[in-house]
């Protein structure tokens, strides 16, 4: 039998600025909104509250949060008790490299303005939780394939709706 | 509009400018004019913006579900986004959904396929699960199926299993994907080991062969150079992921028995720890967190084989290097880590060598998670030959620790002290610096077991009085102090009273100075000192009378309190020196039994956290000999706690008698009043659970402890029932004494002219033989609706201890009830005719046990109403409706209950002529959800 009877899995991951704005959210649990929402404003305090010298993981319930500042976001997983830390800062960078191959110096107002794009990076990247694919030449190349197929985003988000 | 958006001003304005927004939109998609594909995509594209921002959309899901037919790739991929984000429980969308889904999982083009898959992995409900649990398998292991879509459908297939193993069919495909391990395409192996892993959690046998083709994986990537795998090379890391990912699932398994196996799997640890030891590749964090993100991974594979004491002692040396390190998140993984190591025996000394690393962490360390950890690995790595060096570093902290973490290293520091006690002075000394270092982080479970101790230990009896006394001399002392003085002085303080400085007057004093600044509970204990003082010292009798005897007391406004004065005055008054002294002997030994400490702290912490050795061992034992999953919950009603569930401190009753000393009314007069009410023991813990699952059925284990377990059968019949109630000795010895008593709570009230439950039993034998069953008839009768069950009490002499413990007894109103079956037109009048506010009680809560429709329908069947089917307008509520009879009236009783899939909620609501019957029933119906 099996000693250990956990599931490894990434539980949720959230995007935030330095203002606490939270600007992309993927949930691999199934929680009512309204509690997602107390849960997005707990977590925003909790990390941003920590000072620079700190560890990158916070115990928080049964979980575990890790997290990582780059530039003025602040991107947050939160793993099983259990889970591998490191692997999940690395998870985290991965993404970061996959937003910055495909915007080119990603930034935040990439992701505010570009925020189908964001997560449909992070669909490639990652499915309930499990990464799929940590080639990152693959995962791009889904991504701008589906590009060829019609105009940007930005264009018609650009046009005025009425 | 997003600049628009981003840049406004204000909230107000923010607002504003979003509604002229969402109006536009709506306009747009009433217009008479069908929009275009592309147009609807910008439309919906903005509303799911909208909804990011943080407000409400409660419309748009038709024309995203009407993308998700175009041919166009990014149409269709917005509008399963939009789903993903905002599903709703709408049936009729979810089934045109599931409509697309499946047509582009058959239309062969892999980046649809992908899409649909990312679907149902986002969504990842129930619905989804039941339409393509089937299918997807297929996908995965089809031969002609692309890698991208083998890799969805593998990560897609094990989300459906998270949230519904039982719509996962096993079968023939289970064996061919555990070779998806051998696969080329090393994306490929990453999707599927996870999925594999999962799997063969629950199905270990089914996935055995696993073992050996990960291990030979493994070996193929930790040999490999660094540029050998290509893309899948991380910062000169060779595929950190799908290594990890590998060593997760032989965790799932005991070393392989193949000594070939087992020698290769051994060469690939020793090479990763070996690849520790080189300099690093670069001097990227990357390349860094990547290499010891496998270590670590490594490392808990070694520790979970526990079998290897070569590769134990390597571990530790490199998590000792570590501690050292100047990046802190090394130094939190090291002592995490390290704790699980000390509890094996091979490696528990080597991670005691670090005791000095570690409390220094403990001193020096900026992050209170990284001090955190320091805690637990003291705590670990603690044993008899450095418990006093651990304790006393852990109280030293203990003035300085966060907040957050007092009360557990209070628990933690009380167990090591009772643990590796050889000495109970220093045990006695340790408890008072807790309670005087934080002595509002001291719970009852703490100053409870100091007492019981020193009650169980003459040798420490003196000490302990001798040391209160002098704690009780500070100006300023805690009152969980005044509480172990209290109790301790009041059974030895004649220990000390040879002493003219600690004399029984200048006691008697010291305490009756804290008295008025105490809390009424331990007002109430001094009380019961005094009692106990005026045997003990008959010297100073007369100046606790005047005491007692003040209107402070006697008059006192709080019930207890007057009730404890006057009656300790009388007893004092009349009874006789010989009778004092057997009624106030000193309190017999508590039974040896696991600290309630320790259960505590277990709670706090779940069980598996708090292990010690012997526990890790018998879990193993238990675990080699391919039981029953330990900790599975018992899911049939009948509750019988096994010993291992009972070691891991999963609710398993503790004896009642060794719960603390009680202090509520009388408790320790019990003997001598056992007549009154007031003996009747406080409920054992749990009972209220077995009492819920009781509501529904009539037999069943109603409560078990190590001594005597009591098992009930009842039937009832209009406003009559008759219960039998079965007690079985569990011991070899007899029970002397034994008295089972029901008493219905308004006895207790003494309100016996309201009298609404008629109960009639007959005695039984007083003498139980080791290991005998008695049973006993109780005749009910519900002569007017009542809310309170009855109290079953059971007092009995085991060994030398008086054991004396309470449960609630099963008998609730609506084991009155008659199912009345009735059409939806009388349904529907009647529920009409009770809409008076009085008769409608409604509860709306969160569901406790999974939400399955045949359940349901049995426990409202067990709750003893009729079962209406094709009443309510919607299938997926249940209604209800019955009588309840009573000697007096019968009431009618209509329910209705209204499951939420989607929030995980009920709604329940009560219709009957009575307000207090429908309050009653939704309470008692909601908790059974």
């Known amino acids: 039998g099996c000693l250990r009877q956990q599931t490894w899995k990434i539980h949720f991951i959230l995007l935030f600025s330095r203002q606490g704005k939270l600007r992309l959210q993927k949930w691999y649990t199934t929680l009512p909104d309204k509690e997602k929402k107390k849960i997005i404003r707990e977590i925003v305090q909790i990390i941003l509250s920590r ?19 780059y530039a003025s976001l602040y991107f947050c997983c939160a793993i099983e008790d259990q889970d591998n830390e490191l692997l999940t800062l690395e998870v985290v960078h991965r993404y970061v490299e996959l937003l910055d191959r495909y915007f080119g110096n990603v930034c935040e107002l ?53 | 509009m997003c600049v628009l958006l981003i840049s406004g001003k204000s909230k107000e304005a923010e607002i504003k400018r979003i509604n002229k927004e969402l109006a536009n939109i709506r306009s747009k998609f009433k217009g008479d004019k069908a929009l275009d594909g592309y147009s609807k995509k910008k439309y919906v594209c903005k509303l799911l913006f909208i909804f990011l921002l943080g407000h409400d959309i409660d419309f748009g899901h038709m024309e995203a579900v009407n993308l998700l037919s175009s041919n166009r790739y990014t149409e269709k991929q917005i509008g399963y986004l939009f789903i993903s984000v905002l599903v709703n429980s709408n049936s009729e969308l979810i089934r045109l959904i599931n409509n697309a889904i499946k047509n582009d999982l058959a239309s062969r083009n892999p980046t649809f396929m992908g899409l649909a898959l990312h679907c149902i992995a986002n969504v990842g409900s129930r619905e989804m699960a039941e339409a393509f649990a089937g299918e997807i398998p297929k996908i995965l292991v089809a031969g002609d199926t692309m890698d991208s879509v083998k890799q969805s459908a593998a990560l897609c297939l094990l989300r459906l299993y998270r949230t519904s193993p039982d719509l996962v069919p096993m079968g023939d495909w289970t064996s061919r994907v555990v070779h998806l391990l051998n696969d080329q395409h090393l994306g490929v192996v990453t999707a599927a080991t996870s999925l594999i892993t999962t799997l063969a959690q629950k199905n270990p046998e089914e996935f055995k062969t696993s073992v050996s083709l990960a291990v030979s994986r493994l070996s193929r990537i930790v040999t490999s150079a660094s540029t050998d795998l290509q893309d899948y090379t991380y910062y000169f890391v060779p595929a950190p992921w799908l290594s990890v990912k590998l060593l997760r699932l032989l965790q799932c398994y005991p070393p392989p028995e193949d000594p070939a196996v087992r020698g290769r799997l051994t060469e690939c640890l020793e090479t990763i720890l ?14 860094s967190n990547a290499k010891n993100a496998v270590l670590f991974e490594a490392i808990s594979l070694i520790i979970h084989h ?28 090291a002592l995490e880590s390290m704790c699980t190591l000390a509890s094996s025996e091979f490696s528990h000394e080597a991670v005691k060598t670090h005791i000095e690393t570690v409390i220094n962490a403990l001193k020096t360390e900026r992050d209170v ?94 000490y302990a009085a001798k040391t209160v006394f002098e704690a009780l001399q500070a100006p300023a002392c805690h009152e969980n102090l005044v509480k172990v003085g209290g109790y301790i002085l009041g059974e030895f303080g004649n220990l000390i009273a040879g002493d003219p400085r600690s004399s029984p007057l200048i006691q008697f004093n010291l305490l009756h100075s804290k008295f008025h600044l105490c809390s009424v509970p331990t007002r109430a204990l001094l009380l019961s000192t005094y009692i106990k003082f005026v045997n003990l010292f008959p010297e100073i009798k007369t100046t606790i009378q005047d005491v007692l005897r003040s209107d402070s007391q006697l008059k006192n406004a709080d019930v207890e309190l007057q009730q404890r004065a006057v009656e300790y005055l009388r007893l004092s008054t009349i009874a006789s020196t010989d009778i004092l002294a057997t009624v106030l002997e000193e309190m017999p030994p508590f039974p040896e039994r696991e600290s309630s400490i ?68 009388g408790s320790l007069l019990v003997d001598v009043f056992s007549d009154s ?9 749990g009972s209220d659970d077995n009492f819920a699952r009781f509501v529904c059925k009539n037999n069943g284990v109603l409560f078990e402890n190590q001594l005597l377990q009591i098992g009930l059968k009842s039937e009832f019949r209009q406003n009559l029932g008759r219960m039998f109630i079965f007690y079985g000795n569990k011991t070899s010895t007899q029970f002397l004494n034994f008295t089972p008593t029901v008493i219905c709570s308004d006895d207790l009230h003494f309100l016996k002219q309201f009298l609404c439950l008629n109960l009639q039993t007959k005695p039984v034998d007083p003498t139980v033989d080791g290991g005998a069953q008695v049973q006993q008839v109780v005749n009910i009768e519900c002569v007017s609706d009542f809310m309170e069950a009855p109290i079953l009490n059971i007092q009995f002499r085991y060994g030398g201890t008086f054991q004396n413990l309470s449960v609630k007894l099963p008998i609730t109103l609506n084991k009155f009830f008659q199912p009345t079956e009735m059409s939806s037109q ?96 939704c309470e008692l119906l909601s908790e059974q959800f």
């Open chain 2, 826 to 921: 009388d349904f529907f009048q009647r529920w009409k005719q009770l809409s008076n506010p009085k008769q409608e009680v409604q509860n709306i809560f969160k569901a406790k046990h999974p939400m399955d429709a045949e359940i349901t329908k049995a426990k409202i069947i067990g709750f003893g109403s009729a079962l209406l089917e094709e009443v309510d307008p919607n299938p997926a509520n249940f209604v209800g409706a019955g009588i309840i009879h009573t000697k007096t009236t019968q009431i009618g009783c209509l329910l209705r209950l209204e499951p939420n899939l989607q929030a995980q909620m009920y709604r329940l609501t009560l219709r009957t002529s009575k307000e207090a019957v429908s309050q009653r029933l």
């Open chain 2, 369 to 462: 998670s990284v001090r955190q950890r320091a805690v637990d690995l003291l705590y670990a790595m603690c044993d008899r030959s450095n418990a006093q060096q651990i304790v006393a570093e852990m109280l030293n902290y203990l003035e300085t620790a966060d907040y957050s973490i007092r009360e557990e290293i209070v628990l933690k520091v009380a167990i090591l002290a009772e643990k590796y006690a050889v000495d109970y002075t220093w045990y006695v000394d340790t408890i008072l610096n807790l309670i005087r270092i934080a002595g509002d982080y001291v719970s009852e479970e703490v100053w409870y077991r100091v007492i019981q101790i020193v009650i169980n230990r003459d040798d420490v009896q003196g």
């Open chain 1, 110 to 162: 990439d992701i505010i303005f570009n925020f189908e794009k964001a997560y449909f990076i992070l669909d490639e990247f990652i499915i309930g939780g499990e990464v799929q694919e940590t080639s990152k030449r693959s995962a791009v190349k889904a991504i701008e394939d589906s590009d060829m197929l019609q105009e940007t985003v930005e264009e018609y988000m650009n046009k005025p709706a009425f």
């Open chain 2, 306 to 333: 526990d079998s290897e004491p070569n590769l134990l002692v390597r571990a530790c040396n490199q998590l000792g290097q570590f501690l050292q390190h100047r990046e802190t998140n090394l130094r939190y993984l």
């Open chain 2, 598 to 665: 320790l259960a505590k702290l277990k709670k706090k912490k779940g069980p598996g956290t708090v292990t010690d050795l012997e526990e890790i061992k018998k879990e193993r034992s238990s675990d080699m000999n391919g039981s029953a999953e330990p900790t599975s919950v018992n899911a049939s009603a009948v509750s019988t706690p096994s010993p291992s569930a009972d070691l891991l401190g999963l609710g398993a009753a503790p004896l009642t008698n060794s719960a603390p000393p009680p202090s509520s009314s």
């Open chain 2, 677 to 685: 009410a007031s003996a009747v023991a406080p409920l054992a813990p």
């Open chain 2, 274 to 287: 070996n690849k520790a030891q080189e300099p690093p590749k670069s001097k990227k964090v990357q390349h």
């Open chain 1, 51 to 69: 000072n620079q010298k700190t560890s990158s993981f916070v115990d928080w319930k049964d979980l575990k949060l890790v997290y990582k500042r």
